[in-house]
């Protein structure tokens, strides 16, 4: 069975960093684009960076303005987020999520999630 | 990009249908048949339902079903259960090659 489990959250204070990991099993990793979503509590989600199955390509949400960065070790089945200069409202569940469906356009499995918490 | 609009509410009695609409622009739902469907319990991750406008992936019931007219998606759920009662999130592929998410709907089954 497909699975994603991400890794690396925790409580860190505002300025700081962060590096979240997704690791993935049961599936070809390096052949499926993955993306990474956030949901702050209580509220919706918010899709914040997209790779390439290679990671020659990548997207990134604007609201993130060059403070996060997305990046894959196809080797390790493992896609990585690497977060700095947090802010309190970075504060969120961070998801990794493979992008599957026949069009490339969904988010067939998604991880459990891993907590954020950015604060003094 | 903007979220897309989805009522924040919905609610029905079992058995009843409903429908949850969310609304885009040109360059987002009405630009592709690239519109997916999430289920959301509390506390869990969400669930594709719906992909690509009106597809089901294996094993999503078949009450379950999706619509598209210009850049306005639906979800509808028919003979709703006790275990439909979830939040859902539509999304879409953008002309920016990104995606954006609707703000969720709470649906509660009375």
């Known amino acids: 069975e497909v699975q994603l489990v991400e890794s690396g959250g925790g409580l860190v204070q505002p300025g700081g960093s962060l590096r979240l990991a997704c690791a993935a099993s049961a599936f070809t990793f390096n052949i499926y684009e993955m993306s990474w979503v956030r949901q702050a509590p209580g509220k919706g989600l918010e899709w914040l960076s997209y790779?390439?199955?290679?990671?020659?390509?990548?997207y990134y949400a604007d609201s993130l303005k060059g403070r996060f960065t997305i990046s894959r070790d196809n080797a390790k089945n493992s896609l990585y987020l690497q977060m700095n200069n947090l802010r309190a409202e970075d504060t969120a569940v961070y998801y990794c999520?493979?992008?599957?469906?026949?069009?490339?356009?969904?988010?067939?499995?998604w991880g459990q999630g891993t907590l954020v918490t950015v604060s003094s | 990009q903007s979220a897309l609009t989805q009522p924040a509410s919905v609610s029905g009695s079992p058995g009843q249908s409903i429908t949850i609409s969310c609304t885009g622009t040109?360059?987002?739902?009405?630009?592709?048949?690239?519109v997916s469907w999430y289920q959301q319990h509390p506390g869990k991750a969400p669930k594709l339902m719906i992909y690509d406008v009106s597809n089901r992936p294996s094993g999503v019931s078949f009450r379950f079903s999706g619509s598209k007219s210009g850049s306005r998606a639906s979800l509808t759920i028919s003979g709703l259960q006790a275990e439909d009662e979830a939040d859902y999130y539509c999304s879409s592929y953008t002309s920016s090659s990104t995606w954006v998410f609707g703000g969720g709907t709470r649906l509660t089954v009375l």
């Open positions: 790779i390439s199955s290679s990671g020659d390509t990548i």
């Open positions: 999520a493979r992008i599957g469906c026949t069009s490339t356009s969904c988010f067939d499995y």
């Open positions: 040109s360059s987002d739902v009405g630009a592709y048949n690239y």
